[in-house]
């Protein structure tokens, strides 16, 4: 039941309701898919209290794995660029920061189109867009989602820092630098969400390749770089007077 309710919360749109993730929904999800048939009997009273609690448990269960998923698609990109890059020069190391940055962030923007249409039902629910904005139980749930996502990132990041010798911008401290690189981002990537389902943001080319070359960026891989050149820095690697990356 809790896997065929995420699968009919993936083929919702923008509009959906939490009314729409019903017993019936769900039931009919699973005679249509997989041949199953479930009665409102097997499960109402046996298994959840409530139709409601049902829901809440779908939507719990569904942010528990898109968190997982999301921290994925920035974490496999970034390890293996730094695993491809040479990290032996202050240049060598700002380039690898930089272009882990945006195919990283790129590939987190651009993956699987479900996942990132569930996240922006959730967060369209909690947003006020459906008639579910004053429901505190299911803001709970959607900012639980968040939490576990930036939380994932941050440990990420962290790795990242030692591995490229990277350090804090004073008065911040390396877990403080990172955890606000993590939150920042994931409010970048909220309201990007937001905007994408009123006006497309088309990747930007620019002159950001070893040779000076074009590269694509999405907007949210360039707004991540800029929060990253303004939270971190080499470590000891720059002239004093050279404050960027």
């Known amino acids: 039941m809790l896997d065929a309710g995420v699968e ?63 921290v994925d698609a920035f974490a496999g990109p970034a390890v293996e660029v730094v695993g491809e890059l040479p990290l032996t020069t202050p240049d060598e190391r700002r380039y690898a920061a930089q272009e882990l940055t945006r195919v990283a962030m790129n590939h987190t923007w651009e993956q699987d189109t479900d996942s990132n249409q569930l996240f922006r039902t959730l967060r369209y629910l909690c947003a006020g867009v459906s008639t579910n904005f004053d429901d505190t139980e299911l803001v709970e749930v959607i900012a639980r989602m968040r939490r576990r996502a930036i ?3 941050e440990e990420v990041v962290l ?12 008065p911040l401290t390396i877990p403080e630098a990172a955890r606000e690189l993590a939150q920042s981002t994931s409010a970048v990537t909220t309201g990007l969400d937001v ?24 907007p949210l891989a360039w707004a991540t770089w800029m929060l990253t050149r303004g939270l971190l820095e080499l470590d000891g690697d720059l002239d004093p007077a050279d404050r960027g990356l």
């Open 8 to 70: 009919v919360l993936h083929e919702a749109s923008l509009g959906f309701s939490l009314d729409a993730l019903g017993y019936k929904a769900v039931f009919d999800h699973l005679q249509a898919t997989r041949d199953v048939r479930v009665t409102y009997g097997s499960v109402h009273e046996r298994i959840w209290a409530s139709q409601r609690d049902f829901q809440l448990e779908v939507l719990t269960a569904a942010a528990q794995r898109l968190s997982e998923e999301n």
């Open 195 to 218: 905007d994408a389902a009123v006006m497309a943001r088309e990747p930007m080319l620019l002159a950001t390749g070893r040779s000076g070359e074009d590269q694509p960026w999405h």
């Open 159 to 170: 790795a990242l820092i030692e591995v490229i010798g990277l350090r804090a911008r004073s």
């Open 151 to 153: 939380d994932g990132y």
